[in-house]
């Protein structure tokens, strides 16, 4: 009998041991510990909001301004796309495609729709010469075109482009041997569309060959060669203006979109936030009435 009576005060010693030891935390901890989950969740998305807010007010100006510089632009390269438009060059086998895009992103999908476009191209015909303008594009086209591009140009949007930049980019096509460039960038329409645009470029040899030049005047090697380089040069800077006010608009749209977006979540969470301190305060008046109602 003593020996009974050890063993059931140490099993009830053992007992005491592993409730000390092996409590649940409190209801209303497990509920606290949920809504400060969710007030972090609150907190992030508030900053979100923020940040998209000023990324749209910021992309509104720089709208204004891209939209502003493209009306000229728009004349000089509809003027020196005019002879091109009006009369049929051959476009030869060899051809160079030049892209036109920019270095940033958070604009919707103004670079994969002109990456789309070039991989429709390259599927019809195999693309063998590139030359790409801005990050963007590179990243996706790199993966369709291979090896076939032969520079690429960066830094480009950071900035509104110029007549300078222009140059540069056209004295580049300009060093490698070509039939016919075409231009490739996201035309214009208004603050909610724009699309892919295609503008054939001749060389000066397949201009020099067509008879409708030297319909009105004689014209030599000279001078042929600088009104194709002239016009290159404005047509690519039509197009850098023209992709300029399509990102600004496209990033502009793209901005607002995501701070509805984050307005939404900011009511749901608020919402559940709500909802989830109620439990946890009904849970714990009902914890305390019914501890009250035990002791009586």
């Not at 470029?201 to 020099?208: G, L």
């Amino acid at each position: 009998a003593a020996e009974a009576c050890r063993s059931k005060q140490w099993y009830q010693r053992r007992v005491r041991g592993l409730r000390t030891s092996l409590t649940l935390a409190p209801t209303s901890a497990r509920g606290m510990a949920t809504l400060k989950d969710i007030e972090t969740r609150l907190k992030s998305v508030r900053s979100i909001k923020k940040i998209t807010s000023s990324m749209k007010m910021v992309s509104a100006a720089k709208f204004t301004r891209a939209e502003k510089s493209l009306k000229p632009a728009r004349v000089y390269g509809a003027g020196a796309n005019s002879l091109y438009e009006k009369n049929d060059f051959s476009s030869g086998d060899d051809k160079l495609f030049v892209a036109i895009s920019s270095d940033r992103g958070l604009c919707g999908g103004i670079h994969s729709g002109l990456g789309r476009t070039f991989k429709a191209m390259h599927a019809e015909n195999p693309i063998k010469k590139m030359i790409i303008v801005g990050d963007k594009a590179k990243a996706i086209l790199v993966k369709t075109v291979g090896d076939a591009y032969l520079c690429t140009f960066n830094n480009v949007g950071k900035k509104q482009s110029s007549f300078t930049d222009a140059l540069n980019i056209a004295e580049e096509i300009l060093a490698h041997d070509f039939d016919s460039a075409d231009v490739v960038f996201n035309n214009y329409i208004n603050v909610v569309s724009y699309k892919p645009t295609i503008k054939p470029v001749p060389s000066a040899t397949n201009i020099e060959s067509n008879d409708a030049v030297y319909t009105y005047d004689e014209v030599d090697s000279e001078v042929v060669r600088c009104f194709q380089e002239f016009s290159l040069a404005n047509i690519i800077h039509h197009a850098l203006k023209e992709q300029e006010a399509s990102e600004q608009s496209a990033r502009m749209n793209a901005m607002e979109n995501a701070t509805r977006n984050a307005g939404e979540m900011i009511d749901k969470l608020q919402l559940q936030y709500n909802r989830t301190r109620q439990a946890v305060i009904t849970r714990e008046l009902i914890e305390i009435i019914s501890g009250a109602n035990a002791l009586d």
